[in-house]
C-alpha cells in the first residue's frame, strides 16, 4: 500500500492509495483507492518570525456521487506525486480505516 498525495493538474490536492496503470510496458495512469481531496479551511501564512506553520484543513471523498471506492485517472492528468505529512497521513487513515475494515468484514464473510 502507497499512500501519497498527488496534485492535479486543476490545482486539486487528493490522497490515496495509488497505484501505476502499466499497459504494454507503457505507464498509462493512476489507480486511486478511496481518494480524498484536500481542502484547505484556513490558509497557510508564513512570516520570518513566526514558527508556527500550522493550516486547518478537511478531507472529503473525492467525487461525492459514486459508491466506486477506485478510481482510474490517465497520468497526464497528475502534475505530481508527494509523501503527505504524518499528521494529513493520519487523518486520511483514521478517515478511511472504518470503510476498509467494514469492507474488508464483509468481503472475508463471502
Known amino acids: 500500500m502507497s499512500i501519497k498525495l498527488a496534485v492535479l493538474q486543476g490545482g486539486e490536492q487528493i490522497i490515496s492509495e495509488i497505484k501505476e496503470i502499466v499497459s504494454e510496458e507503457k505507464h498509462v495512469g ?6 480524498h481531496k484536500i481542502v484547505v479551511n484556513r490558509p497557510l501564512l508564513i512570516s520570518e518570525e513566526d514558527d508556527d506553520r500550522s493550516v ?3 478531507l472529503s471523498p473525492w467525487i461525492l456521487l459514486t459508491p466506486d471506492k477506485e478510481i482510474a485517472i490517465p497520468n497526464n492528468h497528475v502534475v505530481t506525486l508527494v509523501d503527505p505529512l504524518d499528521s494529513v497521513l493520519k487523518m486520511y487513515l483514521e478517515k478511511t480505516d472504518d470503510k476498509r ?3 474488508d ?3 472475508s464473510s463471502n
Open 30 to 35: 493512476y489507480l486511486l483507492t478511496r481518494p
Open 56 to 58: 486547518e484543513i478537511t
Open 101 to 103: 475494515n467494514s469492507t
Open 105 to 107: 468484514k464483509s468481503t
